[in-house]
């Protein structure tokens, strides 16, 4: 599903020492676990390469091209409308102490609570 949106390998000069398959399922652990590129596994390929290819295909829209495809692939799995129709944004006001300046203070009227407006997303 993932392989046809990945850019096509050069023909030109040495061949790769990695498999997309073997980046791509390295990506996919840091994105799953929320480790540092560097705390990858020692069976992946080195952190650096994985890395590098992250960055080029995120600047290239190919991370966005794969979110989107496998996000329309579980939506419509789950026979739901592969475009989301509504979002929820949450906030919570936080209570300020007296040196908080005004500028940055707000009224929570439902609360009753002079503070400052965090929003949750």
């Not at 046809?4 to 994105?31: E, N």
């Not at 990858?40 to 650096?48: A, C, I, K, M, T």
């Not at 409308?81 to 006001?93: C, E, F, H, L, Y």
Request: hydrophobic share 35%; glycine share 8%.
């Amino acid at each position: 599903m993932v392989e046809p949106l990945l850019p096509p390998r050069s023909k030109d000069g040495p061949k790769p020492r990695h498999a997309y398959r073997d980046i791509v399922d390295a990506i996919l652990y840091v994105v799953r676990t929320g480790c540092a590129w560097r705390h990858l596994p020692s069976d992946s390929p080195p952190w650096q390469t994985v890395f590098g290819y992250f960055t080029r295909w995120r600047k290239d829209g190919v991370v966005q091209a794969i979110h989107d495809r496998l996000r329309d692939a579980v939506r419509d799995a789950a026979e739901r409308d592969p475009m989301a129709s509504a979002g929820i944004v949450d906030a919570q006001s936080v209570k300020g102490s007296a040196t908080v300046s005004a500028a940055s203070r707000g009224y929570d009227a439902g609360k009753k609570v002079n503070g400052r407006y965090l929003e949750l997303c």
